[in-house]
């Protein structure tokens, strides 16, 4: 299996401040990968950085067998690269349709000129589109919300919706910014054969953020571990879990360590 | 043409803008928003100083202090009522709001003053003083004095005291402040009152050199944004120089180049620092964060 | 096409007979009363110039109205408001005309707003008094139904380049102006005219509308060291030009145009009467406000508008005014617009109250007042001095 | 599906109605409802700047402008028909407005409002000084335009001529919100990052809203000038901007149903408060903070939540998503 995603000597610095610290990372394909480490450890900023919302002070970013180091974020995420975030960050006014199309902005390649002057129903673009939000939401069991205003669905629903937004597209690569966040025990569990699902069925990598170790443990095959910017740890979830600087990094950090 | 008069002249003026620019600065610095109704707010703070000086009949130093406190007063209004019950909103929403209390304060104002031009006599009287070729106007000096005791009374309460640390504070980091224990809200309201203030006190040294009237504020407005532009949106200090500068400009395209030109030369600044130094002479270079 | 074509022929068709319904009456004529419909910027930036000007006229018809009105009917005004703007000022005569069916329109205070509803008197055929506004393509090229009895912009010039020529030793001018189209018609015929009358004009300096600051036109003027400047400019740049022209040290004369007949409030404005001890104005009142020749005209005014402050603007309609009335009257009781047109362009040394001019209409005028005077303030600077049209040292 | 043939017919109806109107309107009445229709294009073309991509901008009444001089020259002065020139009304102000804010649109928001505001004083200005081609404050009259032989003169005949304009701008309008390019603008106010990750390239959407916001106004700048028969540049100034601005946020932010409510209402306003002139600045101003603060979907939105209007969910033909078999749900 190749690497879908290759990072190597990742550092990322805000004045004085080194968030990330020569970070390497391979992510091989349809594998579920975690990231963990405690606050503040340089995991979002690390997303931040393959999304290409930060620019990187130095190191390299490969994605299929590209480099894309210096590839703006819009750029990525033609290429293939999705996530969702931290926080929701979906438009609580507008229906779950109009939310998830906003996933499918470069998959959409319609003549302009014809979806002004076509009739209406003729516009196939538009018509395959929503045909395709449409599969994802009925994929992920919310397809009756479709045309729900988005700020009307429960929490877990609208993280769905996020998530149906970064896969409409069928990106090759998700990554996953704290997904289990405020979710139940039993959404948890839901969430997790998602991940699987994605997997297996779809052929997506995942890369994982989160707090809830249950999750990461049970779900990725392997993970990695930030403290302080650097790369602290890497293996399988067993190996990591046992690894006496991981522990070490975690102490006094409560928040999530134990899974709910 | 005699550059020492257009420099001087221009100083005047000059200080005048940055007073504007400072207005807008402190606002722009903690609610990330550039307020529209400033103009209005300097024209509000010269009829005050006119009402209070020449119908009211107060002497002048007493007339200016009651003004500008005044027009703080509206400030700390205008941020409890119009602002504080939207701090969170968008950004636009804000922007839009000052867009419309802009029309709203200049609608207020033409209700008693819309009929006429007024006038508001100079302190000095407008004999110039002579040094050498020369022409110095008294009024001049007047407000470039009152300008910059004001500016250096605003450089030491951020310096020294609580207030004033706190506001800065805030500036930079609004969740940090809260976290500390700031009441932000309580900035918010003050820093409006010291930008209105501010913009008062132009407007009462404004009175004298312009003539009154409820759309005296725009051609203040526009050139205070000219230099707050110049000196990087924000920046106290590169308000304070930049003003300057756009009045010394002003003058310099005016008198060198073409009268013509010198009404837009504050326009043309702000085109050419965007295109060449957005972050203006004194601003720091963005850094990215997300 | 065919049918577009058929719907607009038809939708004409419709309109004339529309049109055509309300000949059986003249609109805006009833049994006792005659509509006068006014316009002018009641709001917004330039409003300044709107009330002041329009209560000048309404006060002349309030008069009438008490004196029992003309042929038995009293004069009935529709105000509107143009704002100053091309679009609401057409809107506010559109309205005037075929809403409110008003028998005439007298109104108007900013020329290219007026301008911009020219189209309409012309077209609707609905006589229209100029009030104030001076821009000549209102009234020149003549249309038969638009009237002025205000001084137009080239006569202002024409005054003052006549009162230049009569100044000793004056060869060259400085020239100061606004960019718009104001001091445009103020200039355009002087422009044509100075080098006839062995004029130069070496310095032509530009002040903004709304100029706080004179400083550089100060200067560019004194570096030109011209033998008189001439004040192209709104009262309140005016003003700032020569406050700042004292403070530089710039010698006069001064001559400006009737926009800065108040010469008392210029000096006020200026900060003080030695801003302005050699400056000249042009003016249209017989005499200044407070003077003997006056007194009817402001008695009227006051009469009605108490607590209005009197300015040269509170003039600027009477003119206009006297003459509708005359033409009212002459027209007889059998009103219509076409004899109302005849009976104003029969009028001949018509009283223009408190304008300097006798009002003279004919077949082909159309500009019913082209004469002016020249305005000064006296040595000691409170009281204005009536010169005439030529220059006299003042004692 | 006969609900969705109801709404077509509707709309058929509305404009056949509308084309029906100069046979019972006054002059007056009818010039109002033509610039009601200007102000619907340009109404809707800032809303799309201001309502769906949240930028804010001071331009547009200087792009306005720059679309009636476009008309007003291209037919008086160089004798160009008016329907090249218009087309080219909007094609001018998109570029001069695209090069113009150019500069702002990498930077943070506050900055494409100052630049804008820059730009717009500096269009007025070389509107005023640019005499020989412009002809400055002297304005220009404008021709009546001509459909073959037939001159469309006068209130009446020029209204189908705006007519049909707007309503092509109008569908066009629907056509774009309803497309990706419409919801990238919204994506782009909402929240650039999360733009940029679902592939917004928000430069380029921001460049894009700009110029169709502008090509908008320019439109109606073309439009305007043909109604009005007339123009100086003292007539796209702070007032006209005013306008634009109420219209909006009045009418509704982020909905073309905003753009034409607001322009019948703001364009009717000023004549229920005919009594009160001098309050009309002060009212305007405390209407759109009013508005701005407690309703910021204005009219439009107030009616589409008491279902008076229909929603405007932004994909062509969704409608079609009601009518389709429940899908079975998975656990």
């Known amino acids: 299996m190749s690497d879908i995603l290759a990072v190597d000597g990742l550092t990322v610095r805000f004045g004085g401040l080194t968030a990330v610290d020569s970070v390497s990372l391979k992510v091989p394909e349809r594998e579920i990968h975690g990231l963990i480490g405690p606050n503040g450890a340089g995991k979002t900023t690390f997303f931040n950085a393959v999304s290409g919302l930060v620019t990187p002070s130095g190191g390299s970013i490969g994605f299929l067998g590209r480099t894309i180091t210096t590839m703006p974020p819009y750029a990525r995420a033609a290429l293939g690269i999705r996530r969702t975030f931290q926080s929701l960050q979906l438009i609580p006014r507008l229906t779950v349709l109009e939310n998830v199309l906003m996933g499918l902005h470069t998959e959409i390649r319609t003549n302009p000129w014809a979806s002004l002057f076509t009739l209406r129903g003729r516009d196939k673009g538009e018509k395959e589109a929503q045909a395709r939000v449409l599969a994802t939401l009925d994929y992920l069991g919310i397809g009756a919300t479709i045309l729900s205003q988005t700020g009307t669905l429960t929490f877990a629903q609208q993280r769905y919706v996020e998530i149906a937004r970064a896969i409409v597209s069928s990106p090759p690569f998700l990554m996953l910014d704290e997904p289990a966040a405020g979710l139940s025990p039993n959404e948890v569990r839901d969430l997790d054969r998602l991940l699987r699902r994605l997997r297996d069925e779809r052929g997506i990598t995942i890369l994982l953020v989160e707090h809830v170790i249950s999750l990461v443990l049970g779900v990725c095959e392997q993970v990695s571990v930030l403290d302080n910017g650097r790369l602290i740890a890497e293996g399988t979830p067993e190996q990591v879990a046992n690894d006496p600087k991981v522990k070490a990094a975690y102490l006094g950090e409560d928040s999530g360590a134990d899974g709910h | 043409m005699d550059i020492a008069t257009l420099l001087v002249a221009g100083l005047a003026n000059g200080s005048l803008y940055s007073l504007m620019a400072l207005g807008l600065v402190l606002v722009y610095k903690t609610q990330d928003v550039i307020n529209f109704a400033h103009g209005e707010v300097l ?25 500008i406190l005044l027009g703080g007063l509206l400030g700390g209004l205008i941020e409890r009522i119009a602002f504080r019950p939207i701090a969170h909103h968008p950004h636009i929403t804000l922007a839009m709001v000052t867009v419309g209390l802009s029309f709203a304060l200049k609608g207020a104002l033409r209700i008693p003053y819309g009929r006429d031009i007024y006038v508001f006599p100079p302190l000095m009287g407008h004999t110039p003083i002579m040094v050498g070729a020369t022409a110095i106007s008294p009024q001049s000096i007047v407000t470039i004095v009152v300008a910059l005791m004001l500016a250096g009374a605003l450089f030491a309460f951020f310096a020294y005291t609580t207030m004033g640390k706190q506001m800065r504070a805030t500036q930079q980091n609004i969740t940090g402040a809260a976290l500390v224990g700031i009441n932000t809200g309580r900035i918010f309201s003050f820093t409006w009152a010291l930008s209105c203030l501010i913009g008062a006190a132009a407007g009462v040294l404004a009175g004298p050199l312009s003539l009154l009237y409820p759309d005296m504020g725009t051609n203040y407005l526009l050139k205070g944004f000219a230099a707050a532009v110049l000196g990087g949106l924000e920046s106290v200090p590169g308000a304070m120089v930049a003003g300057l500068i756009v009045g010394v400009i002003e003058m310099l395209f005016g008198g060198l180049i073409s009268t013509a030109f010198q009404e837009v030369s504050a326009f043309f600044i702000i085109i050419i620092v965007l295109m060449f130094r957005p972050h203006g002479l004194f601003g720091q270079k963005p850094v990215h964060r997300v | 096409m065919s049918t577009r074509r058929i719907g607009a022929g038809i939708a004409t068709l419709v309109l004339a007979g529309l049109l055509a319904t309300p000949a059986l009456a ?85 020329s290219a707003a007026v301008f911009a509803a020219r189209e309409e008197f012309v077209e609707e055929k609905v006589p229209f008094m100029v009030m104030a506004a001076t821009m000549d393509k209102i009234s020149d090229p003549m249309d038969k139904y638009i009237f002025t009895t205000t001084l137009p912009g080239s006569g202002d010039g024409r005054v003052m380049l006549d009162f230049i020529k009569t100044i000793p030793g004056v060869k060259r001018l400085a020239v100061v102006r606004n960019k718009n189209e104001w001091a445009d018609a103020k200039l355009e015929k002087f422009n044509a005219n100075y080098k006839a009358a062995g004029l130069e004009v070496i310095a032509d300096v530009e002040l903004a509308r709304n100029a706080t600051d004179a400083t550089t036109q100060a200067l560019a003027v004194k570096q030109a060291n011209p033998d008189a ?59 200044p406000i407070g003077s003997p020749e006056m007194k009817e005209w402001t008695d009227i005014y006051v009469k009605q508008f108490p607590n209005d402050k009197l300015q040269s603007l509170s003039f600027y309609g009477m003119s206009g005014a006297l003459t509708v009335v005359a033409a009212l009257e002459k027209a007889g009781k059998d009103l219509t617009r076409e004899k109302f047109i005849a009976a104003l362009e029969s009028i001949n040394k018509g009283n223009a109250g408190p304008a300097f001019c006798e009002v003279q209409f004919a077949k082909d005028r159309r500009q019913g ?23 006299k040292k003042i004692k | 599906m006969w609900v969705r043939f109801c709404e077509r017919w509707f709309g058929l109806l509305l404009i056949l109605g509308l084309a029906c109107l100069p046979f019972f309107l006054d002059k007056y009445t009818q010039f109002v409802v033509n610039l009601i229709l200007v102000y619907v294009t340009v109404g809707i073309g800032l809303n799309f700047l201001l309502g769906y991509t949240g930028q804010f901008a001071f331009a547009h009444a200087a792009l306005m402008g720059i679309g009636a001089y476009t008309v007003g020259l291209l037919t008086t002065r160089l004798g160009i028909s008016f329907w090249i020139a218009l087309p080219l009304a909007g094609v001018a102000a998109a570029a001069i407005g695209g090069i113009g804010a150019l500069p702002a649109l990498r930077m943070k928001r506050a900055y494409l409002a100052l630049v804008t505001l820059a730009f717009a004083e500096l269009i007025q200005w070389v509107l005023i000084r640019w005499k020989d081609v412009t002809l400055g404050t002297d304005g220009v009259s404008i021709r009546p335009p001509r459909f073959f032989d037939y001159a469309l003169k006068g209130d009446y005949k020029i209204f189908w001529l705006i007519l049909v304009v707007t309503v092509i701008m109008y569908v066009i309008a629907r056509r774009l919100t309803e497309s990706r390019i419409g919801r990238s603008w919204v994506a782009v106010r909402e929240n650039e990052i999360v733009a940029q990750c679902n592939g917004i390239n928000v430069t380029a959407t921001k460049l894009v809203v700009f110029m169709v916001s502008a090509f908008y106004a320019g439109i109606g700048g073309g439009l305007f000038a043909a109604t009005l028969g007339y123009i100086v540049p003292d007539g796209f100034g702070l007032l006209q901007l005013v306008l634009h601005f109420s219209i909006v946020v009045i009418g509704g932010m982020g909905s073309v149903f905003g753009g034409v409510i607001g322009s019948l209402l703001l364009t009717t306003l000023p004549e229920l408060l005919r009594e009160y002139p001098q309050a009309l600045e002060l009212i305007y101003g405390i209407l759109l903070c009013i508005f701005i603060i407690f309703m910021p979907t204005g009219i439009a939105g107030f009616l589409k939540q008491w279902r008076v209007l229909p929603p405007e969910v932004m994909s062509r033909n969704w409608q079609a998503l009601r009518d389709r078999p429940r899908p079975e749900k998975r656990s």
Do not use: Q
């Open chain 2, 43 to 67: 024209a509000t703070g010269a009829f005050l100083g006119y009402t209070l000086y020449k119908v009211v009949g107060l002497p002048y130093p007493i007339a200016f202090v009651v003004a």
């Open chain 3, 26 to 110: 003249e609109p805006g004529v009833s049994a006792t009363t005659i509509k006068i419909g006014m316009f002018g910027p009641l709001t917004g930036p330039v409003s300044v110039y709107g009330y002041p000007i329009n209560n000048g006229a309404i006060a002349i018809y309030n008069e009438i109205n008490a004196k029992g009105g003309i042929n038995g009917r009293k004069l009935e005004i529709v105000h509107e408001d143009g704002a100053c703007d091309p679009a609401k000022t057409r809107a506010a005569v559109k309205k005037l005309i075929s809403r409110d069916e008003v028998f005439l329109i007298h109104g108007g205070s900013c």
């Open chain 3, 229 to 287: 400047t001439l004040l192209v400019t709104y009262p309140g740049e005016s003003a700032v030009f020569l406050r700042d022209a004292l403070k530089y040290g710039l010698k006069g004369p001064y001559i400006g145009t009737n926009g800065i007949m108040d010469v008392l409030d210029l000096k006020d404005r200026a900060g003080g009467a030695e801003a302005v001890k050699d400056v000249y104005v042009s003016a249209f009142l017989k005499g």
């Open chain 3, 369 to 391: 007042c082209l004469d002016g005077t020249m305005w000064t303030l006296s040595a000691d600077g409170n009281t204005i001095v009536n010169l005439g049209p030529s220059w």
